[in-house]
């Protein structure tokens, strides 16, 4: 079946610090998803990228979809400590009917 | 409602009874998906519904689990016959996107299951 996997697992910066995610799919998306994780929270859509290539910022947040469609990327410019939390990618696979796979995700700690 | 609605929010029962865990979505939305999350993980695909019809029940982990939406809004997830391994967090998430394409979902607080 599809999997997907996130590294690295856990990631501590100090505030200021950039931070990167990377999901790696075993089979081609048809989109992928991310979403933020609080602790203690439940998992909140941040954003949906369809295109091959595709890149969209939010403030400080670049997303990046993979050229193949098999992986994706999350780079937090200049962290602060409101950016702790769990980052997930979930994607769905090509042709399949909406099952949505999340990652294992990324726990980020920011120090201050 | 404003969210997505779920209950109990805490379970603890005895190994051997049965649960039914249950989701309100968000008023209108089409889809409803059931997620089961460990400490530390992320959401396991259990099923989803496309209104009241089952779509894909492919990650439910055997047959004790079963779940139903019967008029396509609130769903229950029942457990029978609990075991330790099944104590997790069970989450359920909403989405508007009609046909076949996934959008966004809107996730519950959950429901915490405890076996013991």
């Known amino acids: 079946g599809q999997q997907v996997m996130q590294i690295p697992q856990y990631q501590h910066v100090q505030e200021g610090e950039d931070f990167t995610t990377y999901c790696n799919s075993s089979t081609t998306l048809s989109n992928i998803q991310w979403y933020k994780q609080r602790p203690g929270g439940h998992p909140v859509f941040l954003i949906q990228l369809v295109k091959s290539g595709e890149v969209k910022k939010q403030k400080r947040l670049t997303f990046q979809f993979g050229e193949a469609k098999k992986n994706s990327s999350l780079h937090i410019t200049a962290t602060q400590t409101t950016d702790v939390g769990t980052y997930f990618c979930a994607g769905v696979s090509s042709g399949s009917a909406r099952q949505l796979t999340f990652g294992s995700g990324t726990q980020l700690t920011v120090l201050p | 409602g404003a969210g997505v609605s779920q209950s109990p929010r805490y379970k603890v029962t005895k190994r051997g009874q049965d649960v039914a865990l249950r989701c309100d979505p968000i008023s209108g939305h089409v889809s409803l998906y059931w997620y089961r999350q460990a400490l530390g993980q992320g959401p396991e695909f259990l099923t989803y519904f496309n209104y009241e019809a089952q779509q894909d029940k492919s990650g439910l982990p055997n047959d004790r689990f079963s779940a139903e939406r019967p008029e396509g809004s609130i769903s229950t997830l029942t457990i029978q016959r609990t075991e330790q391994r099944d104590s997790a967090m069970y989450r359920c998430?909403?989405?508007?996107?009609?046909?076949?394409?996934?959008?966004?979902?809107?996730f519950g607080e959950g429901s915490r299951l405890t076996v013991l």
């Open positions: 998430a909403s989405s508007s996107s009609p046909g076949t394409k996934t959008g966004e979902l809107f």
